[in-house]
Nanobody
Framework: QVQLVESGGGLVQPGDSLRLSCAAS????????MGWFRQAPGKERNFVTA????????YYADSVKGRFTISRDNAKNTVDLQMNSLKPEDTAVYYC?????????????????WGQGTQVTVSS
């Protein structure tokens, strides 16, 4: 079993940057595809990005491509999300996710473990 704890959320202005971190428990972190999802009020939880077990491959939703970067450190059991050029439409609760599947095309139904979420608000 894997426990995920996110940190780094907050209130920022449009155009600012923010870095989210997710710390995972357990010694099998490198066996999981890791990802980030987000959920705005009244909306479904949507895929943002995923990274392969080794960290060699990444995949992004079109809405964040070129602005967000996912990375992982298997020695530290962490996965980070660097978010640049933030927009008001990026406002949401961001969730760290772990999947036993190798595919980076994650959907909520393919996630095995979730973090508790961290709020990101982009507003002037």
């Amino acid at each position: 079993q894997v426990q995920l704890v996110e940190s780094g959320g907050g209130l920022v202005q449009p155009g600012d940057s923010l870095r989210l971190s997710c710390a995972a428990s357990g010694r099998t972190f490198s066996r999981y595809t890791m990802g980030w999802f987000r959920q705005a009020p009244g909306k479904e939880r949507n895929f943002v990005t995923a990274i392969s077990r080794s960290g060699a491959t990444t995949y992004y939703a079109d809405s964040v491509k070129g602005r967000f970067t996912i990375s992982r450190d298997n020695a530290k059991n962490t996965v980070d999300l660097q978010m640049n050029s933030l927009k008001p439409e990026d406002t949401a609760v961001y969730y760290c996710a772990a999947s036993e599947r190798t595919s980076l095309g994650l959907s909520p139904g393919r996630v095995d473990y979730w973090g508790q979420g961290t709020q990101v608000t982009v507003s002037s």
